[in-house]
């Protein structure tokens, strides 16, 4: 793999995102390539008229970006019609979850192809972390997640807030947002709650992931996750979102929630029984047996080949 660096205007926020992507399609442009495939469309499409002809341009479409609660009403309206030029630029689509594939079908009549992400099974543990976390091996709940609104990071904390537990709640992740800081203060209070950075390292996260009582995964856009796959590697009994994203990878093996009492139920009445063990089990099988990378890379190399030879015909 070569990686090519284009210019970045960093300075100019989240509009410099359109002019590095600009950027990479004028230099793109130059090479004959074969195959464009774009990983999103949200700062890309709208350049869609300068993509070049002879090349067959793939996209996979990831979220639904336009119902992300942080947007507002004019940034939805302009990613729902970003989502629009993907399509109409693009000769083959991928949904990386099924739902994705759904939604596709339904409102556009275009067909797609599913792929979805990958995770693998980590042992490599550090059991140091419990220490410098503040928290008890199996004594505690875990959110690992953007500091976001459509993340239900809230909706979590005040159920934690309102159940009965001597347990912990430990909240990883990039603290430095207005969101973030917004929960912070409000749940300051609550001295079982604890918020850290965001955590890099394999082995922690891992370890924190493997023994943890519960591992909450509220996001509610998008397809499939690339962290919940690598919680349901990691051997998490995971308590997520209740929507057709989250439902598609965990079908039975999860519990769910859509509101704070939800939440408070769980927290209260959930056990690391038999039946909990097997759902944890399922999903490390799901793991190995269809969302392991060499399968999603040979899918992805299969579909590249099979959409080149087909606009050659």
């Not at 300068?50 to 090349?55: H, N, Q, V």
């Not at 499939?224 to 093996?253: Q, R, V, W, Y």
Request: some cysteine; aromatic content about 14%.
């Amino acid at each position: 793999m070569d990686i090519i660096h284009c210019y970045d205007p960093g300075s100019m926020g989240s509009a410099g995102q359109f002019v590095y992507d600009l950027n990479c399609i004028r230099d793109a442009r130059k090479k004959d390539f074969d195959v464009w495939l774009f990983f999103g469309y949200t700062s890309s499409s709208i350049w869609g008229s300068l993509y070049p002809r002879k090349t067959v341009v793939i996209s996979n479409m990831d979220g639904l970006e336009w119902k992300r609660s942080k947007y507002s009403a004019g940034v939805k309206k302009f990613l729902l019609f970003a989502e629009k030029m993907a399509i109409r630029y693009s000769h083959f689509l991928i949904a990386d979850s099924l739902a994705i594939q759904s939604y596709l079908l339904e409102k556009y009549k275009v067909a797609s192809t599913y792929i979805a992400y990958g995770a693998e099974i980590f042992n490599s543990e550090d059991q140091d972390v419990f220490t410098a976390y503040g928290v008890d091996k199996n004594k505690y709940f875990l959110i690992i997640a953007r500091m976001e609104p459509e993340n239900n990071i809230e909706m979590i904390l005040d159920g934690f807030c309102k159940s009965i537990t001597n347990k912990k709640m430990l909240v990883i992740g990039i603290m430095d947002t207005a969101f973030a800081k917004y929960l912070v203060d409000k749940f300051k209070t609550n001295k079982q709650i604890i918020f850290t950075q965001a955590l890099y390292d394999a082995r922690k996260l891992h370890t924190l992931k493997r023994y943890c009582s519960l591992y909450f995964h509220g996001h509610s856009c998008g397809g499939t996750n690339p962290s919940l796959l690598e919680a349901m590697a990691d051997g998490s009994l995971i308590c997520a979102h209740h929507n057709p994203f989250n439902m598609a990878i965990l079908g039975k093996d999860a519990f769910y929630f859509t509101s704070v009492a939800d939440i408070k139920n769980t927290i209260e009445e959930f056990s690391n029984g038999e039946d909990e063990k097997k759902m944890i089990m399922r999903n490390q099988k799901k793991i190995e047996e269809q969302y392991n990378w060499p399968m999603i890379v040979s899918a992805y190399e299969n579909l590249i080949c099979n959409c080149y030879n087909t606009s050659r015909k």
